[in-house]
Nanobody, 123 residues
Framework: QVQLVESGGGEVQAGGSLRLSCAAS????????VAWFRQAPGKEREFVAG???????FYADSVKGRFTISRDNAENAVFLQMNSLKPEDTAVYSC?????????????????WGQGTQVTVSS
């Protein structure tokens, strides 16, 4: 079992930056594919970015060029650096992990989830 805990959310003005962390316990995260999803009020959960155990990455078009996903195996964590934030980025951001397979944009592909962290971008 992998336990995931997100941190780093908060409120920021448009154009600002935040760095989200997804810390793992219970298992080493290095062999897992990890993704960030977000869900805004009244909207479906959507894929944001993913990183495989080989460090290949994939981004949603809406965040490409602004967000960067990375992993630090020594810290057993995955990070999401978010720059040039927009009000439409406001959502609860959750990290998720899967033990086999590459990056998937579908939330059902992931077995382990954190509780989420709120990101609010004001205009």
């Amino acid at each position: 079992q992998v336990q995931l805990v997100e941190s780093g959310g908060g409120e920021v003005q448009a154009g600002g930056s935040l760095r989200l962390s997804c810390a793992a316990s219970g298992r080493t995260l290095s062999s897992y594919t990890v993704a960030w999803f977000r869900q805004a009020p009244g909207k479906e959960r959507e894929f944001v970015a993913g990183i495989s155990w080989t460090r290949s990455t994939f981004y949603a078009d809406s965040v490409k060029g602004r967000f960067t996903i990375s992993r630090d195996n020594a810290e057993n964590a995955v990070f999401l650096q978010m720059n040039s934030l927009k009000p439409e980025d406001t959502a609860v951001y959750s990290c998720a992990a899967r033990g086999s397979g590459g990056i998937s944009t579908g939330s059902l592909s992931y077995s382990y989830w954190g509780q989420g962290t709120q990101v609010t971008v004001s205009s």
